[in-house]
T-cell receptor
Framework: GAVVSQHPSWVICKSGTSVKIECRSL??????MFWYRQFPKQSLMLMAT?????????EQGVEKDKFLINHASLTLSTLTVTSAHPEDSSFYIC???????????FGPGTRLTVT | TQLLEQSPQFLSIQEGENLTVYCNSS?????LQWYRQEPGEGPVLLVT?????EVKKLKRLTFQFGDARKDSSLHITAAQPGDTGLYLC????????????FGQGTILTVHP
């Protein structure tokens, strides 16, 4: 399966600032990546589908102007949380789809804390 | 909208006990995956099942896909403390452009 990295692994920022999270596919070229959000002891919630060379597709209820996604290359997608607020504090995870049976390979996640 | 109902949500057992986690849906899936996640880490793929009635074994873990491809189960034999974690089922359909529908997750705690 694909090897996926995320950076940073954790970040603390002040309310009102913006934070960028990187997702890299280390051994697989990915035209599509997925961004998820996860609250403690809960399942994953899909935020958006990142598409290389085109606009991201956002899930219903996710503000595209707040969560900016850029998929500039086949190995890198970025999620920028703009004007972060404490309620944006969460665990953000990206994934890369595998070939064939629709499994996904996940990054290690990024813990965002907004103070 | 496809939904996957996963149960139980919490499971706390003693080492050596057996357990089963279920995922049920009214939708038919092309494939179904099971993932395990530890705190502070991303989910790790355990298995993918694609054929109705399929059974796969991974050491003490047995995965089954329902005949109609609407449900799946994960059975763990002789659970160990190292099995502790969040278990997630996720289903895919061909028209979903790679998106997965996740169950609510099962938090398993195995006490020594």
């Amino acid at each position: 399966g694909a090897v996926v990295s995320q950076h940073p692994s954790w970040v603390i920022c002040k309310s009102g600032t913006s934070v960028k999270i990187e997702c890299r596919s280390l051994d697989f070229q990915a035209t599509t990546m997925f961004w998820y959000r996860q609250f403690p002891k809960q399942s994953l919630m899909l935020m958006a589908t990142s598409n290389e060379g085109s606009k991201a597709t956002y899930e219903q209820g996710v503000e595209k102007d707040k969560f900016l996604i850029n998929h500039a290359s086949l190995t890198l997608s970025t999620l920028t949380v703009t004007s972060a607020h404490p309620e944006d504090s969460s665990f953000y995870i990206c994934s890369v789809p595998g070939v064939g049976n629709y499994e996904q390979y996940f990054g290690p996640g990024t813990r965002l804390t907004v103070t | 909208t496809q939904l996957l109902e996963q149960s139980p949500q919490f499971l706390s057992i003693q080492e050596g006990e057996n357990l089963t986690v279920y995922c049920n849906s009214s939708s038919v899936f092309s494939s179904l995956q099971w993932y395990r996640q530890e705190p502070g880490e991303g989910p790790v793929l355990l298995v993918t099942v694609v054929t109705g009635g399929e059974v796969k074994k991974l050491k003490r873990l047995t995965f089954q896909f329902g005949d109609a491809r609407k449900d799946s189960s994960l059975h763990i034999t002789a659970a160990q403390p190292g099995d502790t974690g969040l278990y997630l089922c996720a289903g895919a359909i061909q028209t979903s452009y790679g998106k997965l529908t996740f169950g609510q997750g099962t938090i398993l705690t195995v006490h020594p």
